[in-house]
C-alpha cells in the first residue's frame, strides 16, 4: 500500500465528515487506506462515521489521549509506505496527495514534506512554514519582530514566500507527510507533549537524524485552524506546557533564558487566547450557491429565509456575499482555487459537501466555525 491517511478527531463531526469526503475524492487512483480515530468525542462523530464510512477504518479511543498518542495508536495500524498526519478540521483538494507522492524530493534525503495550507477564507496560514523556535527566534514571534522584517523572519521561515517551495525546518501537524518507516524509526509523536508541540518537536527530530524537510507549495489545504482548539484557559495552560516540554527536551536552558520564556510563554499564550474568541457574526447581504441544483437552492432559500441566487465559478458576484460552494457541482480542488483567488474581497465562503445536508465554513483562521444543518 502506498499510502495511509490518518485523522485524529475530536468533537468535530461535520468537519471530520467534509474532510473525509475530501481525503476519499483525492484518494481515487492511489493505493491508500484512511485510518480515523476519535478521542472520545462527546458529539456523534463516531456514529456518523459508521453510518456514512462504514468501509473506513475508525478506532474508537476511551479516553483523550491527546494528539500525539492519538496518531501514534492509527499508526500502529497503518500499512501504507507513506504517512498523512491530517487535521479533521481541513479539505484536500483531489490532486493533494499525487502532489506530495510525486515531487522529486522524494529522491533526496526527505524527512516531512508539507503543503499551503489555507484558512476558511483563503488567507495563507504563515505556520505551513516555519524555522526553529530557538530562544532567539522565539522572542522574535513573541514581541512581533519577524512582522519588521525578512532578518527577523525565521519563525515563519520567510526566506520562502507562500507561493515558492523549497527547504523548510518546522512543518505544521495539520498537514504532513513522511515514510512510515521514519516515523517510526523516529518513535512517532512524544507522547510526554499532550498536544501543541508535537509537531515542531516531530519535524527536529526529522532534522537530527539528517533528513530535510520540504514545503511544497503547488497544493493548497484548507485549514479551518479555530476550530481545533477553543483558545480558553486550559489552551493557555497546555500551551505553556508544550513549549516548555520542547525547550527541555532539546535545549540547554540558563537561569535567565527559562525566566525570559517563561514571560515569553505567557505573553504569546494570552495572545493566542484572545485571537480566539468568538467574534459577532456578519449577517451576509447577499447569498450566491455555485451550482446548477435548483431544488439545493430552494432549500438553502429555506433555512437562510433569504433569497439565494444560482451562480457559476466565473460569474459576478457583488461584494459582502455569502458563497455558497456546491461540492456537488465543483470539485475540491476549484472549491480551494475560488476561495484564495476571491480572498479579501469581504466575502465569506461555506461549503456544501457532496450527497450531505449541511454547509460549513469558517470566517477567519481564529473562527470556531459555522454548521448550518439544511431541513
Excluded at 59 to 67: A, M, R, S, V
Excluded at 158 to 179: R, T, W
Excluded at 214 to 221: A, L, R
Aim: net charge neutral.
Amino acid at each position: 500500500m502506498q499510502l495511509s491517511v490518518i485523522i485524529l478527531n475530536y468533537n468535530v463531526r461535520y468537519f471530520l465528515e467534509q474532510c473525509v469526503l475530501s481525503v476519499e475524492k483525492a484518494l481515487e487512483g492511489i493505493d491508500g487506506e484512511i485510518i480515523v480515530i476519535d478521542n472520545d468525542s462527546s458529539d456523534d462523530s463516531c456514529a456518523m462515521m459508521k453510518q456514512r464510512f462504514p468501509h473506513i477504518k475508525l478506532i474508537e479511543n476511551k479516553e483523550n489521549t491527546g494528539f500525539p498518542k492519538g496518531n501514534n495508536i492509527g499508526v500502529a495500524q497503518a500499512k501504507g509506505d507513506y504517512l498523512c498526519i491530517l487535521n479533521p478540521d481541513t479539505v484536500v483538494a483531489e490532486d493533494t496527495f499525487i502532489t506530495i507522492l510525486n515531487t522529486k524530493n522524494w529522491s533526496l534525503n526527505t524527512g516531512i514534506i508539507g503543503c499551503k495550507l489555507v484558512d476558511g477564507t483563503g488567507n495563507f496560514l504563515p505556520e505551513s512554514k516555519r524555522g526553529i523556535p530557538t530562544p532567539w527566534v522565539a522572542f522574535t514571534k513573541i514581541f512581533g519582530l519577524y512582522k519588521l522584517s525578512n532578518v527577523f523572519g525565521k519563525y515563519y521561515a520567510q526566506h520562502l514566500s507562500e507561493n515558492q517551495s523549497g527547504e523548510v525546518e518546522i512543518l505544521v501537524g495539520a498537514f504532513m507527510v513522511m515514510k512510515r518507516e521514519l516515523y517510526l524509526e523516529m518513535g512517532g509523536f512524544d507522547e510526554n507533549c499532550f498536544m501543541y508541540s508535537d509537531d515542531i518537536d516531530l519535524s527536529y527530530m526529522a532534522l537530527q537524524r539528517g533528513k530535510t524537510n520540504y514545503y511544497v507549495h503547488e497544493t493548497s489545504v484548507i485549514h479551518y485552524k479555530g476550530e481545533s482548539t477553543v483558545k480558553d484557559g486550559t489552551y493557555m495552560k497546555r500551551f505553556q506546557e508544550a513549549m516548555n516540554f520542547f525547550y527541555k527536551k532539546h535545549f540547554k536552558v540558563s537561569v535567565f533564558f527559562s525566566a525570559f520564556m517563561k514571560i515569553g510563554i505567557v505573553v504569546f499564550s494570552f495572545l493566542k487566547m484572545f485571537q480566539g474568541k468568538s467574534q459577532p457574526k456578519k449577517v451576509p447581504e447577499k447569498y450566491v450557491f455555485i451550482s446548477d441544483n435548483e431544488v439545493l437552492k430552494q432549500r438553502l432559500e429555506a433555512k437562510l429565509q433569504k433569497e439565494v441566487r444560482l451562480a457559476s465559478l466565473d460569474s459576478e458576484i457583488a461584494k459582502s456575499s455569502e458563497i455558497i460552494l456546491d461540492a456537488n457541482y465543483v470539485s475540491f480542488k476549484d472549491i480551494i482555487s475560488f476561495i484564495e483567488q476571491n480572498k479579501n474581497k469581504s466575502h465569506t465562503f461555506k461549503i456544501l459537501p457532496p450527497n450531505s445536508n449541511f454547509i460549513i465554513g469558517s470566517n477567519s483562521s481564529n473562527d470556531r466555525g459555522e454548521i448550518i444543518v439544511l431541513d
